[in-house]
């Protein structure tokens, strides 16, 4: 019962906090004129472009990032699960992207691809035939490359551990039986590996989708938002933020919470059933 | 560092709004505020009343020998024989950040805060939430008397003075003398942008401005605006649903069409939508730009990196956005508030009056580059040998042009960058009138930002 009451104060007091702002149209600099509006936070927001904006490139920096990890972090598992060189060396290499902080990894991409100094431009201007100097961070889709590039080389570790535990819990005879059956290496792979380790593959999507779905600290550092590359966390950001704007600000981290929460409800009920079928 | 003691003068009123905000600032901004707790540097010393000054990062850090504002500290605890110490803080790089970090402290009542290094263009957003003490009548000519005017105009909002100018700063156009002799310029008469844009495009060179999505961008659109007899907004001091803009103005389109013409002409660089001022000095210093607006700090930077040219280097007012009209070069700065939640008012204006010192400005304008706000320092033959501009930049603080006074300052300037972002989009025709209908609808509530 303790335990319950300080779930329900730490996790529950804040959201319902953010829930009971959000009916209010109030500034930090101006408390005195808080009023009630009731939904209107949510409708400014639903009918405003910069929110559909933010929720685009939350959702395609979420779905890029997300296959992309999924595909090379499960190389990466097959390799160090087949590899003779040590594991433990191999796992120590592979997480050193992950156990940098997001804030540096994001500033050492941003000054690689540098508009005159980064060196990603002078790599390319050593090419024949080229001569320019791109601005990356100046158009939606080169900004959206890099924040992606960043995103999956620190979390793609991240994903492939999970994936390598899934690998070590495929049943080993069943890959033999298969081959000894003339089964081929793809054939194996898509009959009997993938589908023994469904488990660990939701959980892997699960966590990642969650994160990335929550992005902030690589746009804040390479765009600031420019160029159409704000995310739903930006955009609470700068509401609550930089304009303190608290009630817009709330209404944005509910709907950001709620998305979290669909997504976390599909990802579970996928989960529930791959552990269902794997009983039977 | 957000308990509360009301001193004995506050009425129940200003109670009241204290607590509510210190309510409203724990709610919202608990987690971030626990963050940046950890931040910045300081000093210690003992003896009088204890001050805490929060200074923006300069030239000499947190050195209280390096002639920026932790030695100004340091030299007026001493001046101050004892009746104070000032002990400080560091804020945040950004103008945007400081204003954040200052912004959480104040609406918490934060009696950790006594005096403010304030950027000029929030003094107005910060007098009207009730966060900066008025200056007391005595002090007022000690603030103002011997100032440039723009910077005396910032430091008020609603008829009464709430912060003492410190520095002022203002932007020159800084060019290669032998560049502009061979396009054909009289550097000798007023240039115009038009001038400009066509003499970098004959010679093949480029211009270093500040266009990317941040304040520098608003500092050159307001010049360009200003340069037209125009100005952002109109009714300064009125609220936010009755503010009206002059974007969608003759002047407003022509500054438009000269950020058209100089994206269109190619001559602000490959990242012209990614420049500030430390790349626009980089583009001038690595001679790929022979024209460069910038803030004089330049004239340092470029003598510390000991370039080949500096025998080549010239300067000059502003350029005007219309032929004939008075350029109003863009006006910086840095201007002392005190904390009306402060327990510690009296001695922080005191310290104040110390900091902002004819003197004190001089050893800041020498130590840092920073130029002074007083008008007497520039007459100082030590100012005259180290900043040869020193009158270009004396005559330019008088003519400058303030950026908008308004309390809803920080949505003004972010939905203009947002509008004209990037600079290659920008159209007269239609970017003053989408930038009008934005903040119209921003400061209505019916938009985000």
């Given at each position: ?280 | ?7 004995a003068d506050e009425g129940s009123d200003v109670e009241t709004r204290r607590r509510g905000r210190a309510a409203l600032a724990a709610a919202a901004t608990t ?419």
């Amino acid at each position: 019962m303790p335990a319950f009451v300080v779930m329900v104060l730490v996790t529950g007091y804040p959201i319902l906090q953010a829930v009971w702002n959000s009916f209010f149209a109030y500034r930090l600099t101006d408390p005195e004129n808080r009023r009630f509006v009731g939904l209107n936070n949510y409708l400014v927001s639903f009918t405003d472009e910069v929110f559909w904006s933010a929720m685009w490139m939350t959702v395609l920096v979420t779905v890029i990032t997300v296959i992309v990890e999924l595909v090379l972090g499960f190389i990466i598992a097959l390799v160090m699960h087949r590899i003779v060189i040590p594991r433990k060396t191999l796992r120590t290499l592979v997480l050193i992207p992950y156990s940098i902080i997001t804030v540096v990894s994001g500033f050492t991409w941003l000054y690689a691809f540098q508009t005159g100094t980064g060196f990603v431009n002078q790599w390319i201007q050593w090419m024949p035939g080229i001569d320019a100097n791109y601005n990356w961070f100046g158009g939606f889709w080169s900004s959206l490359f890099v924040i992606s590039l960043s995103e999956i080389w620190k979390t793609t570790p991240f994903m492939s551990l999970l994936l390598l535990a899934g690998l070590a819990q495929v049943d080993s005879s069943m890959e033999e039986a298969a081959k000894v059956d003339g089964a081929s290496w793809l054939q194996v792979l898509i009959k009997v590996i993938l589908p023994s380790m469904k488990a660990a593959v939701m959980v892997a999507l699960l966590f990642r989708t969650l994160d990335a779905f929550r992005i902030f600290d690589n746009i804040f550092i390479m765009t600031g938002g420019a160029n159409e590359t704000s995310s739903l966390s930006m955009l609470i950001y700068r509401q609550t933020i930089d304009r303190t704007e608290i009630g817009l600000g709330s209404a944005l981290s509910v709907i950001l919470f709620l998305c979290v929460l669909v997504i976390a409800a599909v990802f579970v009920k996928a989960f529930k059933v791959d552990l269902a079928e794997g009983r039977g | 560092m957000t308990r509360h003691v009301a001193s004995a003068d506050e009425g129940s009123d200003v109670e009241t709004r204290r607590r509510g905000r210190a309510a409203l600032a724990a709610a919202a901004t608990t987690a971030v505020a626990l963050g940046l707790s950890a931040c910045g540097g300081g000093s210690s010393a003992s003896g009088g009343t204890q001050l805490t000054w929060w200074i923006n990062p300069d030239g000499g850090g947190s050195d209280p020998e390096g002639g920026g504002q932790a030695q100004l500290a340091k030299e007026c605890t001493d001046k101050s024989e004892g009746a104070y110490t000032i002990d400080f803080q560091m804020l945040p790089n950004s103008a945007s950040d400081q204003r954040q970090q200052l912004l959480r402290r104040l609406a918490s009542s934060d009696t950790g805060v006594d005096i403010m290094s304030i950027d000029p263009v929030f003094v107005a957003e910060f007098a009207e939430a009730g966060f900066l003490a008025k200056v007391p009548e005595d002090k007022k000519s000690a603030f103002t008397d011997g100032i440039v005017p723009p910077a005396v105009t910032n430091a008020r909002w609603d008829d009464q003075l709430y912060a003492a100018p410190f520095w002022a700063n203002t932007q020159l156009l800084w060019y290669r003398e032998s560049v502009a002799e061979e396009a054909g310029l009289d550097m000798e008469e007023p240039i115009t942008w038009d001038q400009l844009i066509e003499a970098a495009k004959k010679m093949d060179t480029e211009i270093g401005v500040q266009a990317s999505r941040y304040e520098g961008y608003m500092v050159w659109i307001n010049a360009l605006i200003e340069g037209t007899g125009a100005q952002i907004v109109q009714n300064p001091g009125a609220s936010g649903e009755d503010l009206k803009f002059g974007l969608d103005t003759e002047g407003g389109r022509k500054a438009a069409a000269v950020i058209q013409k100089l994206a269109d002409a190619n001559v602000g660089g490959p990242a012209l939508g990614s420049t500030n001022e430390t790349t626009s000095l980089d583009m001038f210093q690595n001679e790929r730009a022979a024209f460069m607006l910038n803030w004089p700090y330049v004239y340092a930077a470029l003598k510390g990196a000991e370039v080949k040219w500096m025998d080549d280097l010239a300067w000059t007012r502003y350029p005007q956005t219309i032929e004939g009209e008075e350029s109003k070069p863009p006006l910086g700065g840095i201007e002392m508030g005190v904390n009306s939640a402060s327990d510690n008012k009296e001695a922080a204006w005191d310290a104040v009056e110390c900091i902002t010192s004819v003197e004190s400005q001089k050893t800041y304008m020498l130590g840092t580059g920073n130029p002074a706000a007083h008008t007497k320092v520039y007459d100082d033959p030590e100012i005259r040998e180290a900043f040869p501009m020193a009158e270009q930049i004396r005559s330019s603080l008088a003519d400058s042009g303030p950026r908008p006074l308004t309390q809803y300052y920080g949505d003004v300037s972010s939905g203009i960058q947002r509008v004209y972002s990037p600079p290659g989009s920008v159209d007269p025709e239609t970017t003053p009138e989408r930038a009008e209908s934005l903040l119209h609808a921003v400061l209505k509530g019916d938009a985000l930002l």
